[in-house]
């Protein structure tokens, strides 16, 4: 029996979004394509219509939710600030199922294959280039300021989660707030003037 298109685009997007949310609760590799198929309410031999393999299955997966992140939105929208204090909160770090993908997957994502690496590169500029032009107009560099506010809000959620359930997990996603905040204020020429 052939199904209609529609129907089989359905099906791989449901794939996609069970592999996406366990990828980051559970991790890449701990994480089998019986499981996700499964959740997703399908046999096994679904899979293979829709992907060549699961490396083929972490690549899109990569890719789209390095796309669909909409960081400079919320800037517009919410301000840097509160865009800040929501990213490094305790909900997000205790809930990496629906979190950042590139907080919960960066680990992982060094061991997969240069394409899938590559593909995660490309992404990652763009984002950064989204983000730097929500920044403050008279920024210094913004691209470089943008790399350095993403390398701190990721690492200061995967240090937090590490050390999740102890003091010093808020105290890390406070100092990341902090450094985020110093970042962008040091490099604006708006804040120069503040910190000599």
């Given at each position: 029996?052939r199904?209609e298109?529609?129907r089989?685009?359905?099906?791989?997007?449901?794939i996609?979004?069970?592999?996406?949310?366990?990828?980051?609760?559970?991790?890449?590799?701990?994480?089998?394509l019986?499981?996700?198929?499964?959740?997703?309410?399908?046999?096994?031999?679904?899979?293979?219509?829709?992907?060549?393999?699961?490396?083929?299955?972490?690549?899109?997966?990569?890719?789209?939710?390095?796309?669909?992140?909409?960081?400079?939105?919320?800037?517009?929208?919410?301000?840097?600030?509160?865009?800040?204090?929501?990213?490094?909160?305790?909900?997000?770090?205790?809930?990496?199922?629906?979190?950042?993908?590139?907080?919960?997957?960066?680990?992982e994502l060094?061991?997969q294959?240069?394409?899938t690496?590559?593909?995660?590169?490309?992404?990652?500029?763009?984002?950064?280039?989204?983000?730097?032009?929500?920044?403050?107009?008279?920024?210094?560099?913004?691209?470089?300021?943008?790399?350095?506010?993403y390398?701190?809000?990721?690492?200061?959620?995967?240090?937090?989660?590490?050390?999740?359930?102890?003091?010093?997990?808020?105290?890390?996603l406070?100092?990341?707030?902090?450094?985020?905040?110093?970042?962008?204020e040091?490099?604006?020429?708006?804040?120069?003037h503040?910190?000599?």
């Open positions: 029996m199904y298109k529609g089989k685009d359905a099906s791989r997007q449901k996609m979004e069970v592999a996406s949310e366990r990828f980051r609760r559970d991790g890449i590799a701990a994480t089998g019986a499981a996700i198929m499964s959740d997703a309410g399908m046999t096994n031999g679904a899979f293979y219509p829709h992907f060549k393999s699961k490396a083929d299955l972490v690549r899109e997966t990569v890719a789209a939710a390095t796309v669909a992140t909409g960081f400079g939105d919320l800037i517009a929208e919410e301000g840097l600030e509160t865009t800040i204090v929501t990213y490094l909160s305790p909900e997000h770090r205790d809930d990496p199922g629906q979190g950042c993908p590139l907080a919960a997957l960066l680990p060094a061991r294959p240069l394409e690496r590559c593909v995660y590169a490309d992404n990652f500029l763009a984002l950064a280039r989204e983000l730097a032009s929500a920044l403050p107009a008279k920024t210094n560099d913004p691209e470089a300021v943008a790399i350095a506010i390398a701190t809000l990721i690492g200061s959620v995967q240090l937090a989660r590490a050390a999740e359930g102890t003091d010093l997990s808020d105290r890390i406070a100092a990341g707030r902090d450094a985020v905040w110093a970042l962008a040091r490099n604006s020429t708006n804040g120069a503040h910190h000599g």
